[in-house]
């Protein structure tokens, strides 16, 4: 059983930063897909970064690239997503999600996900 916990979330003003964690447990492949995604209220959930756990290539969404950066410490099976330069608009619910790497890792759909976290709330205030 697939289990994925995040932590870190929390309030900031803009400007500032927040790493947030996802702790993996139970998954067996070697190499996966693992992303973080966000939901504001009132929208549609949306891919923020992704990695491939293999060869730690990383993705990221437009509108966080330069800003945000996800890496992983496999001897720790835990997932990062540091926030650097947060604006309001990165207010929303984040989840940590992983997929097969049968999948591109880069596309960060949210149907290509098997497991989810339970989210972590993040809040930029100006």
């Known amino acids: 059983q697939v289990q994925l916990v995040e932590s870190g979330g929390g309030s900031v003003q803009a400007g500032g930063s927040l790493r947030l964690s996802c702790a993996a447990s139970?998954?067996?492949?070697?190499?996966?897909?693992m992303g973080w995604f966000r939901q504001a209220p009132g929208k549609e959930r949306e891919g923020v970064a992704g990695?491939?756990?293999?060869?730690?290539?990383?993705y990221y969404a437009t509108s966080v690239k330069g800003r945000f950066t996800i890496s992983q410490d496999k001897a720790k099976n835990t997932l990062y997503l540091q926030m650097n330069g947060l604006k309001p608009e990165d207010t929303a619910m984040y989840y940590c999600?992983?997929?097969?790497?049968?999948?591109?890792?880069?596309?960060?759909?949210?149907?290509?996900?098997?497991?989810w976290g339970q989210g972590t709330q993040v809040t930029v205030s100006l």
């Open positions: 990695i491939s756990t293999g060869s730690s290539t990383t």
């Open positions: 139970g998954y067996t492949a070697s190499d996966y897909c």
């Open positions: 999600a992983a997929k097969s790497a049968r999948y591109w890792c880069g596309s960060l759909r949210e149907d290509e996900n098997n497991y």
